[in-house]
């Protein structure tokens, strides 16, 4: 085989066979295949697609690429939840305790942020003395014992991706279905887990613009995981401003220990954040064993849903998902204490009110621009290198459809970079639309699309 004649095959539109696609996928990742190869391939399958059959080839292809870990060991349907990534997005530090508190195993693996969105390791991270580096052996011990681990993916996990990644990241061949599409699956794939549900997000701070693009991603995975034999479903939710009041890190893990400590309806956790925790719950306990036995077998979809519904919002309101959020932290090398005690945790040196300049209300805002206004006061990264500020961010006080008056306080910078302020603040003031009419505001929850 020679790669020369598989991008002229791509180049005229032609069907590549998974022999073809595990040649490209294998060679490039040991060095046979040279980048210039490599990019004119990929140019030619953003230009002509891949079919569903030459999409699952490119994912196998990919998450075979290196080690596959094997959590057979782990009784039941092991669970994981993976979301394509915006702003403000704490999800799974709220999830994760809660599904374990109900017995049902959450084996997860996370990435870092990177431009305007952040990642759920920067965040655990930030906790003192939390790793997130840990090995294969002790992630699956975790699993079993306290019943949700979640660890940063290691370089030998579907590294062909990581390899292809940084070559479409340089040749403007990212946004393509079948590409993003099976990056993301090769990943969860060789990650272990039976059941994976996805949070495409949809909006200005995320990958998928609108909601058409979202559920085009969504099918295709969903159809990836249904030809490589795993429960994959999906939800489509909204990413046009920032989930929570929070961007950042530490700041993020208080918001998300914070939902734990005072349930889902309290005032002091924010709604739309509260909603997807509640949904991407709900959505994992019907993809888990918890209804396996017999005597449910006569229970209603709704009846199940709402079921479901009732043993996630028990979960938090006795206590026991934050009983559960120790245990995690513990296990993984942290100081548990910080979910009692949040002065624990890195706190900025300068602290710094932003008020607004204008009445009205808020119509829109350009929510990448608030994860690069937050990344300026230290909380993301640029390159991949980069060192990040565990204790900078943004407090966001307001949403969109609220009113907001001259003068009154808008949002918290945190930082300890007393010159980033200026720049963060201007970036963060007109990344916000005012309007003088108030706007009905989105539902957080757009679709959810099950696996028949
Ligand atoms: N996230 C990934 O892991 N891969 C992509 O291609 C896009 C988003």
Redesign the pocket.
């Known amino acids: 085989m020679r790669m020369y004649d598989i991008i002229d095959k791509k180049k005229y539109k032609k069907k590549l066979s998974d022999e073809e696609i595990s040649f490209v996928v294998e060679g490039y990742t040991k060095g046979s295949i040279p980048d210039y190869q490599m990019a004119a391939f990929l140019m030619a399958v953003w230009c002509n697609g891949m079919d569903e059959e030459e999409t699952l080839s490119l994912t196998m292809a990919m998450a075979h690429s290196g080690d596959m870990l094997d959590l057979s060991m782990i009784p039941g349907t092991k669970v994981d939840k993976h979301s ?2 915006g702003v403000g997005d704490k999800t799974t530090l709220s999830v994760g305790p809660i599904i374990a508190s109900l017995g049902i195993p959450m084996a997860k693996m996370s990435g870092r942020g990177l431009g305007h969105t952040g990642g759920t390791i920067d965040k655990l991270d930030s906790i003192p003395g939390f790793s997130s580096d840990i090995s294969d052996e002790r992630f699956i011990e975790i699993v079993k014992t306290v019943g949700f681990c979640d660890a940063a993916q290691t370089k030998d996990l579907a590294p062909a991706d990581k390899k292809i ?1 940084a070559l ?1 990241d340089v040749t403007a061949t ?1 946004d393509d279905y079948s ?2 599409a099976s ?2 699956m090769s ?1 969860k794939i060789a990650s272990g887990a039976d059941a994976i549900l996805l949070d495409v997000k949809c909006g200005n701070g995320a ?1 998928m613009q609108d909601r058409e693009s979202a559920l085009k991603l969504a099918e295709c995975m969903m159809n990836i995981g249904k030809l490589a034999g795993r429960k994959v479903n999906c939800m489509i939710t909204d990413m046009n401003e920032p989930l929570g009041k929070t961007v950042g890190n530490s700041i993020e893990v208080i918001e998300a220990i914070d939902l734990l400590k005072y349930g889902f309806d309290s005032h002091k956790v924010d709604k739309r954040y509260s909603d997807i925790v509640l949904y991407v719950c709900r959505e994992l306990v019907l993809m888990s064993d918890v209804f396996k036995d017999e005597k449910y077998n006569d229970m209603t979809e709704e009846e199940r849903m709402n079921e479901a519904e009732i043993l996630v919002r028990g979960a938090v309101d006795s206590g026991r998902a934050l009983e559960k959020m120790k245990e995690f932290i513990a296990a993984e090398g942290g100081d548990s204490n910080v979910v009692n005690d949040e002065s624990l945790l890195p706190e900025a040196e300068f602290k710094y009110e932003v008020t607004f300049d204008r009445d009205g209300f808020l119509e829109g805002v350009d929510t990448k621009e608030v994860g690069m206004a937050s990344l300026i006061l230290g909380a993301g990264r640029l390159k991949k290198e980069d060192d990040i500020d565990p204790a900078a961010g943004i407090r966001l006080l307001k949403h969109l459809g609220d009113e907001v008056k001259r003068g009154e306080t808008f949002a918290y910078l945190y930082t300890n970079k007393k010159e980033s302020i200026e720049e963060a603040k201007q970036r963060l003031l007109k990344a916000y639309r005012v309007s003088k009419e108030s706007n009905s505001t989105k539902n957080v929850i757009i679709d959810i699309l099950r696996q028949q």
């Open positions: 394509t990534g990644y479409r990212v590409l993003i990056s993301i990943k990958f």
